[in-house]
C-alpha cells in the first residue's frame, strides 16, 4: 500500500507514488503559508465535491534514493468517492529566507485508472483542485500587491498531465 497510517497522527508519502506535482515561489511572502493553505481549503469547500476530506495533516516523506526523511504539516485532501478516491493531494508552504515556497503534490494508492469514463472523472476532478489551489495563490499574491502572471501557474510534472 502506497499511504498508510506509520504513527497515530501522521501519515507516510512514499515518493515513488507520486504521480504530479507542482511548485511555485511567491517572492516576499515568507509568513503566508497559513493565508495560502485556508485560501486552498475555502476554494476546494466552495467547489462542492463530495465526500472530500480536508484536514491538516502532519506528512512523512520517504525518498527513494536517499535516507533522508522529510516531515511536514501539509493541507491533506482525499476524496472517497470511486473512481478518485485512490488519489490523495498535499499541499505545502514553507518560508525560504523572505520568500514563501507553494507546492502541490498528488499520490496514486493503487493502478491508476484506464476506464474512459473514470479518467474522464478523475481529470475532472484534478483539474478542479488544481484551479481552487491557483485562485488561492492569486489571492495572495493580490494581498501582497504582485503580478500573479509571473507564478509559473500552468508547469506541473509528473506521469499525469494536469491543467
Same mark, same amino acid.
Given at each position: 500500500?502506497?499511504?498508510?497510517?506509520?504513527?497515530p497522527?501522521r501519515?507516510?508519502?512514499?515518493?515513488?507514488?507520486?504521480?504530479?506535482?507542482?511548485?511555485?515561489?511567491?517572492? $516576499?511572502?515568507? @509568513?503566508?503559508?497559513?493565508?495560502?493553505?485556508? @485560501?486552498? $481549503?475555502? $476554494?476546494?469547500?466552495?467547489?462542492?465535491?463530495?465526500?472530500?476530506?480536508?484536514?491538516?495533516?502532519e +506528512?512523512?516523506?520517504?525518498?527513494?534514493?536517499s535516507?533522508? *526523511?522529510g516531515?511536514?504539516?501539509?493541507?491533506? +485532501?482525499?476524496?472517497?468517492?470511486?473512481?478518485?478516491?485512490?488519489?490523495?493531494?498535499?499541499?505545502?508552504?514553507?518560508?525560504?529566507g523572505? *520568500?514563501?515556497?507553494?507546492?502541490?503534490?498528488?499520490?496514486?494508492?493503487?493502478?491508476?485508472?484506464?476506464?474512459?469514463?473514470?479518467?474522464? +472523472?478523475?481529470?475532472?476532478?484534478?483539474?478542479?483542485? *488544481?484551479?481552487?489551489?491557483?485562485?488561492? +495563490?492569486?489571492q495572495?499574491?493580490? $494581498?501582497?500587491?504582485?503580478?500573479?502572471?509571473?507564478?509559473?501557474?500552468?508547469?506541473?510534472e @509528473?506521469?499525469?498531465?494536469?491543467?
Amino acid at each position: 500500500m502506497a499511504l498508510f497510517q506509520s504513527h497515530p497522527d501522521r501519515l507516510t508519502l512514499f515518493e515513488q507514488n507520486l504521480v504530479n506535482s507542482w511548485s511555485g515561489t511567491l517572492p $516576499e511572502g515568507a @509568513g503566508k503559508g497559513d493565508k495560502f493553505l485556508e @485560501g486552498v $481549503e475555502r $476554494e476546494l469547500t466552495a467547489l462542492g465535491i463530495p465526500n472530500l476530506d480536508i484536514k491538516r495533516q502532519e +506528512v512523512e516523506t520517504i525518498p527513494t534514493q536517499s535516507k533522508t *526523511h522529510g516531515l511536514r504539516v501539509c493541507l491533506f +485532501v482525499h476524496a472517497s468517492d470511486e473512481p478518485i478516491n485512490n488519489y490523495s493531494f498535499y499541499f505545502t508552504a514553507q518560508d525560504f529566507g523572505k *520568500h514563501l515556497v507553494l507546492s502541490r503534490l498528488l499520490a496514486n494508492t493503487r493502478q491508476i485508472a484506464r476506464n474512459t469514463f473514470e479518467v474522464e +472523472v478523475r481529470e475532472a476532478y484534478f483539474s478542479l483542485v *488544481h484551479a481552487a489551489m491557483l485562485n488561492a +495563490v492569486k489571492q495572495l499574491t493580490t $494581498e501582497l500587491n504582485q503580478d500573479f502572471s509571473k507564478i509559473n501557474a500552468k508547469k506541473s510534472e @509528473g506521469i499525469i498531465d494536469i491543467a
